[in-house]
């Protein structure tokens, strides 16, 4: 329970009344005299220990009253149980305010109930604790501050940095389009760009690899789709102008753009993933600039499981 | 009071609404909407994050996430999602491990398993 001395050197306790709110409203708004009443008797509300503790210190300034009020039953205690002053009642004050290094105004112009214009967190003392060492009588001094630690790897989430998602340390991988179901060929892709192949996968950051797939000309359909397949296209802003072109007509013209088509729908819409677009290479032919970045071959991936996957590596 | 109150969890807002209170006031009370659903919300994103993770990993050594979870009980290995991912990003040697462990069990560790399976 924190307690503030006033003008007199007498100790108060701050128990909490009642009318808690009243007490900061009277604070800063004296002219209210409304207000004061309600609390009088809970300001002057002084344990008998710390009663018997002013008696024991120097000689009170003249013309001052010992306010050493016993808790009498109209004291309203709110919160406070027997242990609690008990606790209290062990730990006396000793000392004056000064010897004490508590705060206490020496002389103001206002008295009575306002005398005493503290902040309700001010003058705390570390009271001698008298036998009881409960961690709530007991002021512990602030141990120095540890030397700082390497951060905790098991106790804090893992979040990737930007090194870890550097372009440096990208893994390059090349299919070989030859052949290949052009759906099934576009999950393989889209699942390394993304970077959902390595446990190291996070949504918000880029963690997959580059992906080159050469010779998309000759990348394969099922079914009747490269006559009935057809691709959408409204450039000008206006109606009446769009085109629809097949799945052979748009291999005639541009064969990347089936492919960068395919993977970009697998990918995520927004900032992302416009960014992990970037990393697909698509070339028509067998020929690629990134030879320098020596790729790995995961053509044989395509619409394999897992466990064929891995027997394939070992 | 409350106004600078308001005002300073609206720092980083978007256009008016860090800077007026009529329109941050707004924003703010939504954050703290948002805040407080997405309290809840974080730990199943979280468990659903670990769980992509571990699949990731496990599909590394052949293994799918259903196999590993349900071959890991089977064993009784009470190792939670947020650890097996953990394990899975910074001790691959350890996950695998796991892996192998469960693929024996499930008998796919044989490479002509594999085939067998096609």
Sequence with gaps: ?314 | MNKDKILKLAKGFRGRSKNCIRVARERVEKSLQYAFRDRKAKKRDMRALWIQQINAGARQYGVKYSSLISGLAAQNVGLNRKMLSELARTEPLSFKALVDQVAHMRGLSAPHAGAALK
């Design chain 1, 1 to 314: 329970i924190p307690y503030f001395e006033d003008l007199n050197g007498a100790a108060h306790m701050h128990v909490q009344g009642r009318h808690e709110g009243n007490k900061r409203r009277a604070w800063r708004q004296p002219w209210r005299s409304g207000l004061r009443s309600r609390f009088r008797s809970t300001t002057s509300a002084v344990v008998g220990g710390l009663g018997e503790a002013l008696h024991g210190r120097s000689a009170p300034r003249a013309g001052s009253t010992s306010h050493n009020f016993l808790v009498t039953s109209h004291s309203r205690v709110v919160g406070g149980t027997s242990r609690r002053m008990s606790m209290v009642a062990t730990s006396p004050l000793v000392g004056t305010a000064a010897q004490r290094g508590v705060w206490a105004p020496q002389a103001t112009k206002h008295s009575g109930f306002f005398g005493a214009r503290l902040p309700s967190h001010a003058a705390r003392a570390p009271r001698a604790s008298s036998g009881t060492a409960s961690p709530l009588t007991t002021c512990v001094a602030a141990t120095p501050s540890a030397p700082p630690q390497a951060r905790d790897r098991w106790n804090i989430t893992y979040y990737p940095k930007g090194a870890d998602a550097a372009a440096l340390q990208k893994q390059w991988y090349i299919i070989d389009a030859e052949g290949q179901t052009l759906g099934r060929l576009a999950t393989l892709a889209a699942t390394h760009i993304r970077g959902k192949n390595s446990p190291a996968y996070s949504p918000s950051m880029d963690m997959g690899g580059y992906v080159i797939v050469i010779n998309a000309e000759k990348v394969a359909v099922t079914g009747r789709k490269e006559t009935d397949k057809t691709y959408f296209r409204h450039a000008v802003g206006r109606p009446g102008s769009w085109t629809v072109e097949t799945l052979r007509d748009l291999r005639k013209r541009i064969p990347e753009r089936i492919l960068e088509k395919a993977i970009r729908g697998m990918l995520p819409k927004g900032k992302l993933g416009n960014h992990l677009f970037r990393h697909l290479k698509v070339y028509k032919g067998a020929s690629h600039p990134h030879v320098a970045q020596t790729p790995t071959d995961i053509t044989r991936h395509i619409n394999l499981r897992p466990s064929e996957v891995a027997a394939l590596k070992e």
